[in-house]
């Protein structure tokens, strides 16, 4: 282990360098190489999902006394800022940019084995290491800066489309519930401590906010298998997307930001964090209505007019809006099902001795089995659409990960 014992003056004059090295290394690479449009694009998303893991995954450092922090200036829930945008910044566009070509395993690994194994742990004060500190500086690495770049590959090449928009929601998700509740009480008052909140809490606001995860995630999903597309506009669908919760609601991930807000809030009993639902609400106002109409009414202009026409931006219908009938082959033993699905609108059940099938003409890619049968309830009503998602969000996120395993499979 090297022990470098520098001068706190040094110290500070790496912490900066550790936000300013990153965003020179960007902007070189951004400029000498020309980068198009694309990849710039891919580095913006390495970003965006580093700066939102970083935070969650450094947070959680903490709390298992891995390591933390000294110094009280630009600290963010006992953070320092500054590292963490620079640290975002490097494990990201920077060395996607630099090493375009290289596996981001093989990028950080001489990283892992030779900074941190060597110097971590002779940082103070700049960082203090705690008796686990390596075992915290793995997990960084695994579920922050390796996929982040995998992230920028995987968009800049268009592939592996559905884990590009697992990582892109999961890097909304610390957005939503992580880094934006700790600016607000960072400057309006409040705190993380979910320790002290009663057991009660805990089981009213768990199930509230997965029925409001649930419905921006079923959007997430619905434009990666029907639209082909990320629900990020820099990387957009190629279909408009009117079917599953779509058929509902126009804005879905807004709404379910704007009801995590409230959920989360009321939690953390914190009226400012209840107050950035109206954030979402500004953001449709604004960004969303501008972007439909200078792109999506570009886009799609035989089919976007009449489905914004018939379908409400924040308060969902009660029943779907179907301008098109789906088809339901329905295996003879789901007969509860088939009574239950009397009431559906725009869909046709048939019968079937084969394994069930969901077809609709507004989709490219069909459903089978159980995951037909969950489509088949998106028919019925609002309730019913939420509950079918929250079975089907995990059940083709499995499938897909089934498929792609077996395809690598000799």
Request: proline content about 7%; overall charge positive; charged content about 10%.
């Amino acid at each position: 282990m090297i022990n470098l014992a520098l001068p706190e003056p040094l110290m500070l004059a790496l912490r900066w360098a550790l936000l300013l090295g990153p965003l020179a290394l960007v902007l070189f690479m951004v400029r000498y190489r020309e980068l198009p449009r694309r990849t710039q694009v891919a580095g913006l998303f390495a970003f965006l999902y580093g700066i939102s893991m970083v935070f969650v995954t450094h947070s959680i450092a903490l709390y298992f006394d891995w390591w933390h922090y000294g110094w009280d200036a630009l600290m963010l829930n006992g953070l320092p800022a500054d590292i963490m945008v620079g640290g975002a910044v490097l494990f990201g566009p920077g060395l996607y940019f630099t090493f375009p070509r290289t596996a981001p395993l093989m990028i950080c690994l001489p990283i892992i084995i030779g900074l941190h194994g060597t110097v971590f742990s002779s940082l103070e004060p700049l960082v203090i290491a705690g008796p686990n500190w390596f075992l915290g500086v793995l997990f960084v690495f695994a579920t922050a800066h390796i996929p982040a770049i995998y992230l920028a590959k995987w968009t800049e090449e268009d592939r592996y489309l559905p884990l590009r928009c697992a990582l892109l929601a999961i890097m909304t998700g610390g957005l939503i519930f992580a880094i934006l509740p700790a600016l607000i009480m960072q400057e309006m008052g409040g705190t993380w401590d979910l320790l002290s909140k009663p057991f009660w809490s805990y089981a009213l606001t768990l199930p509230l906010l997965t029925l409001t995860s649930v419905i921006g995630l079923s959007a997430n999903q619905v434009l990666c298998l029907q639209g082909k597309g990320t629900p990020i506009p820099l990387d957009p669908t190629k279909r408009l997307v009117r079917t599953g919760i779509y058929a509902y609601v126009s804005n879905p991930m807004q709404l379910s930001a704007a009801l995590s807000w409230l959920v989360l809030g009321l939690f953390l009993q914190n009226i400012w964090i209840m107050g950035a639902a109206l954030m979402a609400w500004v953001f449709v106002q604004g960004m969303v209505r501008w972007h439909h109409r200078h792109d999506l009414l570009k886009r799609f202009p035989k089919g976007w007019p009449n489905y914004k026409e018939n379908v409400p931006e924040w308060i969902p219908r009660w029943t779907p809006w179907t301008p098109n009938t789906a088809t339901l082959h329905l295996a003879t033993d789901h007969r509860a099902l088939r009574r239950l699905l009397r009431g559906a609108k725009g869909l046709t059940v048939q019968q079937t001795e084969q394994l069930s099938h969901y077809e609709n003409p507004d989709d490219v890619t069909a459903y089978s089995g159980t995951a037909a049968c969950l489509m088949a309830l998106t028919h019925i009503n609002f309730a019913w659409t939420v509950f079918a998602y929250t079975a089907l969000i995990p059940l083709l996120g499995l499938a897909y990960l089934a498929q792609a395993l077996r395809s690598r499979m000799p």
